[in-house]
């Protein structure tokens, strides 16, 4: 199993364009995740999604898009990037919420000018 | 609003020591927590969990302690070795385990 895989591993933008994040998980998780860092703090959730078809917001879903067509993908869509959005972005799956152990993906640093 | 926090942002050990890491937290309707190690430029990785109605759990070399009364969280390492050193990060889950609350982190220095 490949695990929790996410690309790109490395993007630089600027200001207004925008993009998607991929993130794919071969583990046939139901719960999958994103979460941004910054530098010297902890993770926070942007969106979550129970199952395909069902997502939700966490703690920051401004700025960003998801969807959940499939089990194995959760792309993270940036509508107009800026320059807050400045991160290194997670995505993770569990088999059922996030009280299971998350396995995540290697991260996306994103840089946006 | 809620929020989870920990005391020390860098903690050094000597190797063979034990760790105790500390962690604060808001929301008394928290349902679990979770104790993730992050190694550099890697992901999260999960070390043990604890029930909101226990107040403590083993795993190997490590055990968590809960004190609700305080809304006090630890993760505890024994015999601390090289491979601890890791940025720390306690984790709440909440709002019918869908959504998780992590703490701002602890460095783990360990001296061979």
Redesign the interface.
């Known amino acids: 199993n490949a695990g929790?895989t996410q690309t790109p591993k490395f993007q630089v933008l600027k200001t207004g364009q925008s993009m998607t994040l991929q993130c794919a998980q071969d583990m046939n998780h139901e719960?999958m995740?994103w979460?941004r860092q910054d530098p010297?703090?902890?993770?926070?959730?942007i969106h979550?999604s129970?199952g395909a078809g069902i997502t939700?917001q966490?703690?920051v879903p401004n700025g960003y898009n998801v969807s959940r067509s499939t089990t194995e993908d959760f792309p993270l869509r940036l509508l107009s990037a800026a320059p807050s959005q400045t991160s290194v972005y997670?995505c993770?799956s569990s088999t059922?919420?996030?009280?299971?152990?998350?396995?995540?993906?290697?991260?996306t640093r994103l840089t946006v000018l | 609003g809620e929020s989870v926090g920990l005391h020390l942002p860098t903690l050094s050990v000597q190797e063979g020591d034990n760790s105790i890491i500390n962690c604060a937290y808001s929301n008394s309707a928290s349902d679990y927590f979770i104790w993730y190690k992050q190694e550099s430029g890697k992901g999260p990785q999960f070390i043990i969990d604890i029930r909101s109605n226990m107040d403590k759990r083993q795993g190997q070399r490590v055990t968590v302690l809960l004190n609700k009364t305080v809304k006090h969280l630890s993760l505890q390492i024994a015999a601390t070795q090289p491979g601890d050193s890791a940025v720390y990060f306690c984790a709440e889950i909440s709002g019918g385990y869908q959504k998780v609350t992590f703490g701002t982190g602890t460095k783990l220095q360990v001296i061979p």
């Open positions: 929790v719960y995740s979460y010297g703090m902890g993770l926070r959730l979550y129970v939700d966490g703690e997670f993770a059922r919420g996030a009280r299971n152990e998350q396995f995540f993906g290697p991260g």
